[in-house]
């Protein structure tokens, strides 16, 4: 049964309720003020930013409607816990370059303008990726699939616009996405289907060309998988003997509360470090959720709605609870074992209020995968990753 704070027992007087009440009051006030400068108001004042900034990045995936409501409440918030952001859609192709001849530059350059008044890492994402392209992308003026040669300047033109405009700015690139799958090695995209492997190789090149000082990441999910993990390793081997800048490895970090197991997790970092790579957790989040489909962050995956895969409406019940603070912890740990080879881990979101994981594969349901919760409150997931550092 739940705990309800201020019940008869606990406030045994009028005198004793109304103390109750201005205590919460200030507290609230000073989380607030907190907030308004920018400062985290956990951990002694400590973010989790300054906690672990001698061992990694701590970042977070921020959605278009933060900059788009101008929210200076939540980017103070992010301020004071994330020292790395990344925008979750807004540089992605079809939002950036929806149109052959149209640009939507106005939510990223607030992006970069926000990260370099507060002295934070960004990470560019993502300038090649099958999804979440605009349908024309791989068709000419007549609805003929292009040339290979037509789609290459297409490309050349993205990416040569992208990274140069934000040089000096933008610190790291995913620059290829989830163009590996477990089952085939190389994606069946129209990129590899027009192109062919090559297009890989070309899109690190163009986006090295275009700023010669930017990290650029390989970038995928599902990177604990056997097969992905081997095919990964030995197209990075392949990549450095035909001089493809590559610096880093992006695992994205899409877990659940038992799987994959850390061991699995630990191989994959020791396997990508040992090609001489960079490791990135770029998109960590762990699903607390039932689920009856086979582990994947595809996002065409769409499975459809049932009340008993979304039993937590009402909250988090405290073994579900016990269960996600120590898979963080475990997951920590981990990270901090590893942290000689680990750049960066982000959050993919902020909080459990805009958390893809809400609507991602069931559309609806209440998710529970981050360290705040949906009013950003820390929670003991939080508290014991933090506890980690203190």
Same mark, same amino acid.
């Given at each position: 049964?739940?705990k ?8 045994p007087s009028m ?9 919460s009051?200030?507290?609230?006030a *000073? ?9 985290s108001y956990?951990?002694?004042?400590? *973010? ?6 001698n061992d ?19 980017l103070?918030?992010i301020?004071?816990?994330f020292?790395s952001?990344t925008?979750e ?6 939002n950036? =370059?929806p149109? %052959?001849?149209?640009w939507?530059?106005?939510i990223p350059d ?8 507060? &002295?934070m890492?960004?990470?560019g !994402? ?8 605009? +349908? $024309?992308?791989?068709?000419? %003026? ?6 290979k040669?037509a ?6 033109s =993205?990416?040569?616009?992208?990274? =140069?405009r934000y040089? *000096?700015?933008?610190n ?10 477990p089952?085939d090695?190389?994606r ?9 492997? %090559?297009f890989m $190789?070309?899109?690190? !090149?163009?986006?090295h060309e275009?700023d ?5 990441? #390989?970038? $995928?999910y599902?990177m604990?998988?056997p ?7 030995q ?12 610096? *880093?490895?992006?695992?994205q970090g899409?877990? =659940?509360l038992?799987? /994959? ?6 191989t994959?970092i020791?396997?990508?470090a ?9 998109e960590?989040?762990v699903?607390?959720? /039932? #689920? ?6 595809e996002?065409s995956?769409?499975?459809? #709605? ?5 039993p937590?409406?009402?909250g988090?019940? +405290?073994?579900?609870n ?6 963080y912890?475990e997951?920590?740990?981990?990270f ?5 080879k680990i750049?960066?881990?982000t959050f993919w ?8 994981k809400? &609507?991602?594969p ?10 705040f919760?949906?009013?950003?409150? /820390? ?5 014991a ?6």
């Amino acid at each position: 049964m739940t705990k309800i704070i201020g019940t008869k027992n606990e406030i045994p007087s009028m005198l004793n309720r109304r103390k109750f009440i201005r205590n919460s009051v200030a507290a609230v006030a *000073g989380l607030a003020a907190f907030r308004a400068n920018g400062m985290s108001y956990f951990a002694g004042n400590q *973010g989790l930013k300054d906690l672990y900034k001698n061992d990694f990045l701590i970042g977070a995936a921020l959605g278009s409607q933060i900059f788009m409501r101008e929210d200076t409440d939540i980017l103070n918030f992010i301020a004071g816990e994330f020292s790395s952001i990344t925008m979750e859609n807004a540089m992605k192709w079809s939002n950036i =370059h929806p149109a %052959e001849d149209k640009w939507q530059f106005d939510i990223p350059d607030k992006f970069v303008d926000f990260a370099m008044n507060n &002295n934070m890492h960004m990470l560019g !994402h993502v300038l090649v990726w099958h999804s979440q392209v605009p +349908k $024309d992308i791989f068709l000419d %003026e007549s609805g003929n699939r292009l040339t290979k040669n037509a789609l290459l300047k297409r490309m050349e033109s =993205h990416i040569q616009t992208v990274v =140069h405009r934000y040089k *000096g700015k933008v610190n790291a690139w995913d620059v290829v996405n989830e163009s590996i799958t477990p089952e085939d090695g190389w994606r069946k995209s129209p990129w590899l289907e027009i192109i062919g492997p %090559e297009f890989m $190789d070309r899109a690190f !090149h163009l986006a090295h060309e275009a700023d010669p000082d930017c990290h650029l990441l #390989y970038n $995928d999910y599902g990177m604990d998988s056997p097969k992905r993990r081997d095919f990964v390793v030995q197209m990075v081997k392949d990549f450095k003997k035909k001089g493809v800048p590559i610096h *880093g490895i992006g695992m994205q970090g899409h877990y =659940h509360l038992e799987s /994959p197991t850390i061991k699995e997790i630990e191989t994959s970092i020791e396997a990508f470090a040992s090609t001489g790579m960079r490791v990135h957790f770029t998109e960590l989040d762990v699903d607390v959720l /039932p #689920y009856d489909w086979e582990r994947s962050a595809e996002v065409s995956t769409n499975v459809e #709605y049932a009340q008993s895969l979304n039993p937590y409406v009402e909250g988090l019940p +405290k073994d579900v609870n016990d269960k996600l603070t120590r898979r963080y912890e475990e997951l920590f740990k981990l990270f901090l074992k590893h942290r000689d080879k680990i750049d960066r881990v982000t959050f993919w979101g902020t909080s459990d209020a805009d958390s893809w994981k809400n &609507n991602f594969p069931v559309r609806g349901r209440t998710n529970y995968p981050l360290l705040f919760d949906r009013q950003r409150n /820390p929670k003991d997931a939080y508290h014991a990753v933090a506890a980690l550092k203190q």
